[in-house]
DNA sequence: GAATTTCCCGCAAAAACATTCATAAACCAT
DNA sequence: ATGGTTTATGAATGTTTTTGCGGGAAATTC
């Protein structure tokens, strides 16, 4: 075999399965792990491949990679401004906290008037900013991971209102399992909100779809809307369609 | 697994669900904990996330309260050292919000263990940043300007609690009215909590003595210990030590 | 304050690597 | 063809990286 075939065969290799390791390919085409480790690193030079011990590692899987502060910052703020077009003036809605739904709180509109229920610190923080919306806070303790309120008295709270709709920021999705988490006492007040809304939407970035965590919050029929920063005749979202979640 | 290949997904895993445990990713990935620990170590090193004990969290959403530019500020560290000194372990505290309860916030011993009540979101986002402090906050609808909840709601919660102490920031002090303030939501909240705390703290800053608002709080025998800039010997303080107030 | 979990340090084995050298194949001009 | 040159490969050798483990320190939990 040629060293030219060679090295397209590595390529071919890596774009197809996103890595290699020296030893396989070293298996594979039946030359001294020295021939090989000589190819990825002409490959790594001319830019077209990531070496790294073992083996390497496709260019394009490697990409997209923290930018500054709040993950996915730009996907984010895109999902906000979806879900806002579904607010209206005069309603009643129920949120959790998380960075999403952060982006939601700074995406309102200046002089949207209508009641903010939260349990979320930082979220509050924001809803306040705007001169016409109501912003009642759940109270109970506070978890310190999440900086939103949780137990027994905040999902007395919450099971005694009824809103207009509910936007979750959520953790991880997928057709099996549902809504999953992996902190108890922020799945039941997710739990509750859920039950405490006439509609529930859930915003995500679209990594978190076809994941899991430990804990179920609850399945996919107790959610009608899903949102994120993909167009939503994405097929990654048919199996969820099926389910009879709209997607926005 | 290769090592960077193994990274990238602890990072993504951190990125998406805001925190890892190491026992979980080394279940997962099938690794020993050193190798995980070693990992999150490195990560933490270039900055992408946070190491803490048992496993790593997200780098968003960690903020803190900016105080720089507040008014009389010095003075305001000051009293609230004083303030702290009164604070023992184990204590159920009971405090209000205004910048001088913020200075108290920050100026809190980092491994006190007691448990905070609290309506305000400033103060409240500051008690969660020590690790051995429970916080209860009190919920109900957001006041925008003080950024407290009040409320009669807010109101039947504070009655249901029986503090050690309770920290007021207050507006307006005199001799002849007492504590008086302006806002009449905010006045019947610190009504309850002085109701609901064995010991009454009213922190000031001097400029504030001697000054009346038009809403009467409650008259200076509810008031226990009043905490200002100044030294205690001040003769500006004789009339309230007669009316069995302590100065500190 | 005792028990459990998690962490840290150093060690050792295995894997992967770089470097050098020798061989052999390929190339090329005469 | 032939001798010289270049290029490619594999083997030998020593170094570095990675990993798991043991034991003791530190943190956390009850």
């Not at 774009?15 to 390791?21: F, G, I, R, S, W």
């Not at 930018?67 to 009643?92: E, P």
């Not at 509109?109 to 229920?117: E, G, K, N, S, V």
């Not at 207009?164 to 399992?177: V, Y």
């Amino acid at each position: 075999m040629l060293k030219k075939e060679r090295q397209e065969f590595i390529l071919r290799e890596i774009n197809l399965h996103n890595k290699v390791l020296t030893s396989d390919l070293c298996e594979a085409i039946n030359v001294s792990e020295d021939t090989i480790r000589r190819d990825l690193t002409e490959l790594a030079e001319t830019g077209d491949i990531i070496k790294v011990h073992g083996g390497a590692l496709s260019k394009s899987f490697h990409v997209s990679f923290q930018t500054n502060g709040v993950y996915s910052h730009d996907n984010k703020k895109l999902i906000a401004q979806k879900a806002v077009t579904l607010i209206r003036d005069g309603m009643f809605i129920l949120t959790t906290g998380g960075t999403t739904i952060l982006e939601l709180a700074k995406a309102l509109p200046q002089h949207l008037r209508a009641t903010f229920f939260t349990g979320s610190l930082p979220a509050a923080l924001e809803y306040i900013q705007h001169p016409n919306i109501e912003v009642i806070f759940i109270g109970d303790r506070i978890s310190k991971n999440s900086k939103i309120t949780v137990g027994g008295d905040a999902i007395t709270k919450i099971k005694q209102i009824n809103a207009d709709i509910c936007f979750l920021g959520i953790n991880a999705i997928d057709t099996e399992h549902g809504l999953t988490d992996n902190d108890w006492d922020v799945v039941q007040v997710k739990k509750a909100m859920m039950q405490s809304s006439k509609k529930v939407v859930a915003l995500t970035i679209a990594e978190k779809i076809n994941t899991q965590q430990k804990l179920k919050i609850g399945d996919l029929d107790l959610l009608d809307i899903m949102i994120t920063e993909l167009n939503p005749d994405e097929k990654i979202f048919d199996a969820y369609k099926q389910k009879g979640v709209e997607i926005l």
